[in-house]
């Protein structure tokens, strides 16, 4: 079966070369030139995974998102743009994004980058998984972090890094292969996304002392789960 691609992008000499480049490969391409249009498309097409324009007529990137993530939480989402400022790339991961690709990018670097988070998707539990951390029940497939009543949402790039801390808890997770887990590359970019996300697990995790998050320096972090 053809792997489907929403794709939002309001240049049309860069959508048209993206679109035929995507369908020279094989993907079936649902182009959307203007950000109105975009959730409506999604809810129609249903596609396995989606490519975003962040500055589009209409409606922007991370609204798009949003509106996506709201009916379907796992399916994958990569931001193409030419805003390369932290916080826009913080921004994006926030509102749902797995993977941010800057402006002027290569076909190649797109079409490793769409597989990459297929196959990531494809190897996440079901819905009905979690596990067990401390006072916390994680819900993989569901990107839900419970302790209690309650229950708090996590975007899919928190829920892979757990998902790998969680898997090598009580011992070391080296830094580079949780790089290359999540985020596909080691980059140093990436590495400064894995200390805000690392940041962002221990907040979410406080409220119980036998859970930690341990730096070990140089290599990578210990994930203590008593």
Same mark, same amino acid.
């Given at each position: 079966m053809k792997t489907s691609i929403l794709y939002v992008e309001d240049e049309p000499f860069l959508g048209r070369i993206v679109r035929e480049s995507l369908?020279?490969?094989?993907?079936? !391409?649902?182009?959307? &030139?203007?950000?109105? +249009?975009?959730?409506?498309?999604f809810q129609k097409t249903n596609p396995n995974i989606c490519v975003l324009d962040v500055m589009l007529p209409s409606r922007d990137g991370y609204s798009i998102a949003e509106g996506i993530r709201?009916?379907?939480?796992?399916?994958?989402?990569?931001? !193409?743009?030419?805003? &390369?400022?932290?916080? +826009?790339?913080?921004?994006?991961?926030?509102?749902?994004?797995?993977?941010?690709l800057r402006k002027p990018f290569s076909m190649e670097e797109l079409i490793v980058r769409v597989n990459n988070l297929l196959r990531l998707s494809r190897s996440q539990p079901t819905s009905g998984t979690f596990v067990k951390l401390g006072a916390y029940e994680f819900h993989q497939g569901r990107y839900e972090l419970k302790r209690g009543d309650k229950v708090r949402k996590l975007s899919h790039r928190e829920a892979m890094l757990l998902t790998v801390l969680a898997e090598n808890k009580n011992v070391i997770a080296q830094r580079k292969d949780i790089l290359l887990r999540v985020w596909g590359d080691d980059s140093f970019f990436n590495s400064r996304n894995l200390d805000v996300y690392i940041t962002k697990l221990r907040d979410y995790l406080r409220e119980d002392t036998s859970v930690e998050i341990l730096t070990i320096k140089g290599v990578g972090y210990r994930f203590v789960v008593g």
């Open positions: 369908e020279s490969r094989d993907f079936i !391409v649902h182009m959307v &030139t203007d950000g109105k +249009d975009a959730v409506e498309t709201a009916l379907n939480p796992n399916v994958p989402i990569i931001f !193409v743009t030419a805003k &390369t400022q932290t916080e +826009d790339v913080i921004r994006g991961f926030e509102t749902g994004g797995n993977d941010y």
